[in-house]
């Protein structure tokens, strides 16, 4: 999702590059019809798409971002500014339906209201299911005038090649550790802090400072705790899930996907390439109850809840914790 649009940002520091490659596209009046942002979660593409299309809007942008002031800032600020359309899902981790793409359809296909650019901004790309992606194609296949696409995607996969080969695509990777760790040491004010942050959210420090915004590092010890327990027969499935409840399951499939891979990765490379520092006992537990086979094979299952998730509209989240906590135990050799 998409934070704060009701506020002027600025890239990133570690997108400065991408940032003035577009602005000089900007001048010379080189943008594409569509651009597709794309990479790993978390390391701040909405903030780019956001911060660009404001640019785009502003009247008299200065130092290369959008001023903050003159009226169609007010306007943004406001979130009325009637040059720009952001499409989201309605709600987090569900799907952008047909009706919002044909909002976007109408939206582009009338004239700025302002003169200028027309703006439509849809994150994340991947939530478009295939109806509501071949409707987008039509827009991008005859954009209006003066009208700009920016597509964000943190699973490319997902994004139909159809709407993929249609835009310019920019990539972001996790960023160098040396300049996210400064970064974030400057908002949290530890450095020490900074790091375990940033390592547990995989490298991704816009992920990290949501992380820190909650008491993340709770949270997390009692997934861990209730992980290890099942797996060790010691916490009944059904009880652990009941505990799971108040959070969010889609975001602990996120942590359970990234252990799994953090597992594999000890496994093939050894200890010191485990991201999870915390986790490296367990995984010592794990590899001798554990094989690869079968690690895989739980991550595919993971994916297909992760899947049910996005995809339904109210799962039933209890059963779903059940059914997932309960083969984890099996796995552990417990019935
Ligand atoms: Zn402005």
Redesign the pocket.
């Known amino acids: 999702m998409l934070a704060d649009v009701h506020s002027i940002v600025a890239p990133l520091p570690w997108q400065e590059n991408y940032w003035a490659q577009l602005l000089s596209s900007k001048e010379q009046d080189h943008l594409p019809h569509g651009l597709l942002l794309r990479g790993p979660q978390g390391t701040g593409k909405g903030q780019f798409a956001l911060a660009f299309a404001q640019t785009m809007l502003?009247?008299?942008?200065s130092g290369g971002v959008?001023?903050?002031?003159?009226k169609?800032?007010q306007l943004l600020k406001a979130g009325t500014h009637p040059d720009l359309l952001l499409v989201e899902p309605e709600e987090a981790g569900k799907a952008i339906k047909i009706d919002q793409i044909r909002q976007v359809l109408e939206f582009s296909s009338k004239s700025a209201q302002f003169g200028g650019y027309r703006v439509i901004l849809i994150c994340p790309a991947e939530a478009m299911n295939v109806n509501a992606s071949n409707a987008l194609l039509k827009c991008l296949e005859e954009p209006g005038v003066n009208t700009l696409l920016l597509l964000v995607s943190h699973q490319i996969s997902g994004v139909l090649a159809t709407i993929r080969s249609r835009c310019q695509s920019i990539d972001f990777p996790i960023p160098p550790g040396a300049e996210s760790t400064a970064w974030l040491s400057d908002l949290v004010g530890d450095e020490q802090k900074a790091s375990q942050l940033l390592s547990v959210a995989n490298g991704a420090p816009v992920t990290a400072v949501q992380l820190n915004d909650r008491d993340w590092l709770k949270e997390r010890e009692a997934i861990v705790k209730t992980w290890i327990a099942v797996f060790e027969g010691k916490l009944d499935p059904v009880k652990a899930a009941e505990t799971w409840q108040s959070f969010s399951l889609l975001e602990i499939i996120h942590w359970l996907l990234a252990w799994q891979i953090d597992y594999s990765r000890f496994c093939v490379a050894g200890a010191e390439n485990a991201s999870n520092r915390d986790l490296i006992p367990f995984y010592k537990q794990l590899q001798a109850r554990l094989p690869t086979a079968q690690s895989h094979e739980f991550y595919d299952y993971l994916i297909q809840v992760r899947g049910i998730l996005s995809s339904q509209a109210n799962p039933n989240l209890q059963l779903l914790i059940e059914a997932l906590l309960i083969k984890w135990a099996q796995l552990g050799g417990n019935s």
């Open positions: 502003c009247d008299q942008p959008a001023c903050g002031q003159c169609s800032c």
